[in-house]
């Protein structure tokens, strides 16, 4: 019988929970890779991923077959524990068409077993927002919906944010997406060190919503190494992730990333000083 650990536990490696995860979520989008190297992605990187991101465009013109490569793939990663959903502008035209029920029904008979609820186009009030994500939850989906604009200009409010975080989850959402550009306007593009004067903001939303209800848009290796830096492991990173580029974040998670500085040996490296 196999044991589950590592085999080089006893090196004390940074660890970070396994599925089913609540917090430390990994969202990646599909790539639009073939039946069989979207199965070399599963059996080599699956164990890492949580949630993956099928396009819009893909999603509005496949045809209800069971033989379609988009329906067969989508199978294949669930039978990973990889939650599938569409692009939010899925949900945004089916908004605007007045066909919402309809889209979510047919949806999960696709096999889809979650939803992304944005508004990059459509205009939602926060508690417009939380009666879709009810909605969605009621059809069993798992929901992500997300907060922020792509184009923000004005000051990062720590207690607006944490407010409609909480407000969608509390409508069920199993996680809200902080757009990239939020993380810019407090973190500017290459955060060192304590991250800048506006990184506190960052610490305090952490403290009022925690990280099991934030997926951070955080593209850069510079955002992602910061992150895991400053709250460990278990910080949630997605939705636009490439799937051929979660081995290299997962290193960064474990503080064995060469672009941050491979800090799980540094800090050894600085205790062994100090004990001398």
């Known amino acids: 019988m196999s044991d589950p650990k590592p085999a080089l536990g006893f090196l004390g490696v940074v660890q970070r929970s396994s599925k089913p995860r609540t917090r430390g979520l990994t969202v990646v989008r599909d790539g639009q890779y073939g039946y069989h190297a979207a199965e070399d992605m599963c059996q080599t990187i699956g164990q890492y991923v949580d949630f993956l991101k099928i396009r819009h465009f893909y999603t509005m013109t496949q045809p209800l077959d069971w033989d379609n490569i988009w329906l067969r793939k989508m199978r294949l990663y669930e039978s990973y524990d990889i939650r599938t959903f569409p692009g939010g502008i899925v949900f945004e035209v089916a908004y605007l068409r007045g066909k919402v029920d309809e889209t979510l029904a047919m949806l999960c008979r696709m096999g889809f077993t979650a939803i992304e609820i944005s508004d990059n186009i459509i205009e939602l009030t926060s508690q417009e927002k939380a009666l879709y994500t009810k909605k969605a939850v009621s059809y069993g989906l798992k929901v992500l919906p997300e907060f922020g604009k792509k184009y923000a200009s004005d000051s990062f409010n720590v207690e607006e944010t944490a407010r409609e975080i909480m407000l969608q989850v509390e409508a069920g959402a199993t996680a809200v997406t902080m757009e990239r550009n939020e993380l810019d306007l407090i973190l500017g593009p290459n955060p060192k ?45 997605g ?25 799980f040996l540094t800090d050894i490296v600085e205790e062994q000083q100090k004990s001398k």
Request: aromatic content about 12%.
């Open 193 to 237: 060190g304590d991250g800048g004067p506006e990184a506190h903001k960052l610490h305090e939303l952490v403290e009022k919503v925690s990280l099991d209800h934030i997926i951070f848009e955080a593209e850069t290796t510079a955002h992602q190494s910061w992150l895991f830096r400053t709250f460990g492991p278990d910080v949630s990173i």
């Open 239 to 263: 939705p636009n992730l490439a799937f051929e580029r979660i081995p290299y974040m997962e290193a960064e998670r474990h503080g064995l990333g060469r672009e941050s500085g491979y800090w």
